[in-house]
């Protein structure tokens, strides 16, 4: 069965350092958004992606976060730096274009986030 | 005052009951409601997807929209200890648009 593959699965960094994480979607995805869910809240849009362009990126901080989808496949999630209130799961998803399906968003496993 | 609004529980019930979760929301602009489950340590995975008003029967699961009320509701029959996890409402305006996610019900099934 397909998933949708992320890694680290856990990280725990210092205040000020630079965390990276890694997102591949199920293959013919175009579409791939990066969660952020605080421990006991659902699941922020922090950034969605159409292949490789941007298309809502508007809770997404770039005075620290950044992410990128270069070759519309495989995306990366960067803070730098990272602070304490940046402890967090951090989730990964991919959906089919609009007219290929019912635009049901598939999870992977999510990378938790502990800033110290 | 959030755009969708759910109970956090914990709600705790014995095997076999019937288990009833909410949401409210407050944009009349959302037309496709849906529910996750994410078991603990995991990513959330589709439960229930629902366009616009009515029920949806999927097995022991039951899914309402009342667009009227602005109220969404998960019906679990006979629950299962295996039903144990947090189930999070969602929804958004069109499909493949943003997605919107209630806080998060934490569901407990007592064997």
């Known amino acids: 069965e397909a998933e949708v593959a992320q890694s680290p699965r856990y990280k725990i960094t210092e205040k000020s350092q630079a965390v990276a994480f890694w997102c591949d979607p199920i293959s013919g995805h175009a579409t791939l958004y990066w969660y952020r869910q605080i421990l006991g809240q659902g699941p922020e849009l922090l950034v969605q992606?159409?292949?490789?362009?941007?298309?809502?990126d508007s809770q997404l901080p770039k005075d620290r976060f950044s992410a990128e989808r270069l070759k519309g496949v495989d995306s990366t999630l960067k803070i730098q730096p990272a602070e304490l209130g940046d402890s967090a799961m951090y989730l990964c998803?991919?959906?089919?274009?609009?007219?290929?399906?019912?635009?049901?968003?598939?999870f992977g496993e999510g990378s938790r986030l502990t800033v110290l | 005052q959030k755009e969708v609004e759910q109970d956090p529980g914990p709600l705790s019930v014995p095997e076999g009951a019937i288990v009833s979760l909410n949401c409210t929301y407050s944009n009349s602009a959302f037309q496709y409601f849906m529910w996750y489950r994410q078991y603990s340590r995991k990513g959330p995975e589709l439960l229930m997807y629902t366009y616009s008003s009515g029920n949806k029967e999927d097995g022991r699961f039951t899914a309402q929209v009342d667009k009227s009320s602005k109220y969404i509701s998960l019906f679990i029959r006979d629950s299962q200890p295996s039903d144990s996890a947090t189930y999070l409402c969602a929804m958004n305006h069109n499909q493949g648009g943003k997605l919107i996610f209630g806080q998060g019900t934490e569901l407990s099934v007592k064997p």
């Open positions: 998803a991919s959906s089919l274009p609009r007219e290929g399906g019912t635009g049901e968003l598939f």
């Open positions: 992606f159409q292949d490789e362009s941007v298309v809502d």
